[in-house]
């Protein structure tokens, strides 16, 4: 089945506690980007990359890193988490092509205390 | 810079009525559109896109969009509403300049009332 896939889906810890929130597609996508959703604020992209080793910051970059090492997978790193980190995060993952949508993923909810 | 705004954070209407959610784009350059849609504890799904060509767009489920140049709006309509059409509609907007910024509004959450 052609998916996107996060884990891990629920994950609470500790602030400064650096955790890695996987992400993997299987579909060959060029494009892949992680987004943020938080009420009232509708999703904002956090990092993107169009292909491998090419990344680039979104519109909330700041305490993320990204790294894209193979196609399939584009972990997303908090090094030092910190509260104003939790929410609920989406990898999502497209075809080359401005006509494509993206595939997201079923989500990574994050709190960090 | 491409922004989006969705009219109505919460939307009510009776199971049979016509559903309208509306969305306004700014974008310097001609945009692709899209709408999606969020189910409780679900990832988003793509219910429909504009990209070039026809302004009468058909999703999945019914609905479908109709893309308007002059008043920049890309409203989402169907016209008979299901309960099972309860949901967070997101609409998006991406420049076709190459890069990947892909910009959401802040949502509509809809409601049926049976």
């Known amino acids: 089945e052609a998916q996107v896939t996060q884990n891990p889906r629920y994950l609470i810890t500790v602030t400064g506690k650096k955790l890695t929130v996987t992400c993997s597609q299987n579909?060959?996508?060029?494009?892949m980007s992680w987004y943020r959703q938080d009420p009232g604020l509708g999703l904002r992209q956090i990092y993107y990359s169009m292909n491998v080793e090419v990344t680039d910051k979104g519109d909330v970059p700041e305490g993320y890193k990204v790294s894209r090492k193979e196609k399939r997978n584009f972990p997303l790193i908090l090094e030092s988490p910190s509260p104003n980190q939790t929410s609920l995060y989406f990898c999502?993952?497209?075809?080359?092509?401005?006509?494509?949508?993206?595939?997201f993923g079923s989500g990574t909810r994050l709190t960090v205390v | 810079a491409q922004s989006v705004t969705q009219l109505g954070s919460h939307v009510s209407v009776s199971e049979g009525a016509l559903v309208l959610l509306r969305c306004n784009y700014s974008s310097s350059v001609p945009p692709y559109l899209f709408w999606y849609v969020q189910y409780p504890n679900q990832g988003l799904q793509l219910l429909l896109k504009y990209t070039t060509g026809a302004t009468l767009v058909k999703g999945i489920n019914g609905f479908e969009a109709e893309f308007k140049k002059s008043e920049t709006s890309f409203h989402l309509t169907k016209p008979s509403a299901h309960m099972s059409d309860a949901a967070e509609y997101f609409c998006a907007v991406r420049t076709n300049f190459g890069n990947e910024k892909l910009t959401f509004g802040t949502g509509t959450r809809l409601t049926i009332i049976p």
């Open positions: 579909m060959n996508h060029e494009y």
């Open positions: 999502a993952s497209r075809l080359t092509g401005g006509q494509t949508g993206y595939t």
